[in-house]
């Protein structure tokens, strides 16, 4: 669970820096806020403030994120053991 809580927040620092906002002290912000409030706070990147998202409509279930990670990782695990057995058959 820590690295999925890892991964997801890196997807949170990838949008911050996108934006071109600072990543590090966004993401102190909105800690600080789920820590105050609770969850359904986030960044909205078009006037650079930690907002509700429930209220802006931003509504994205997490088994979205779960599922786009497990297939990038699935992805990823594909291509390394297609490079294993290219290699395997070049000796």
């Known amino acids: 669970?820590?690295?999925?809580?890892?991964a997801v927040e890196g997807l949170v620092t990838t949008l911050i820096e996108?934006?071109?906002l600072d990543p590090l002290e966004y993401?102190?912000?909105?800690?600080?806020?789920?820590?105050e409030t609770g969850g359904w706070y986030g960044v909205d990147v078009f006037r650079g403030e930690i907002a509700d998202?429930?209220?802006l409509g931003?509504?994205?279930?997490?088994?979205?994120?779960?599922?786009a990670i497990k297939a990038?990782?699935?992805?990823a695990a594909?291509?390394?053991?297609?490079?294993?057995?290219?290699?395997?058959c070049q000796i």
């Open 1 to 6: 669970m820590k690295r999925l809580k890892a």
């Open 18 to 20: 996108n934006a071109g």
């Open 27 to 35: 993401i102190m912000k909105l800690r600080a806020k789920h820590k």
């Open 53 to 55: 998202m429930k209220v």
């Open 58 to 67: 931003v509504i994205e279930p997490v088994s979205v994120k779960i599922n």
């Open 72 to 75: 990038g990782t699935e992805a």
């Open 78 to 88: 594909l291509i390394l053991r297609i490079d294993d057995l290219h290699r395997s």
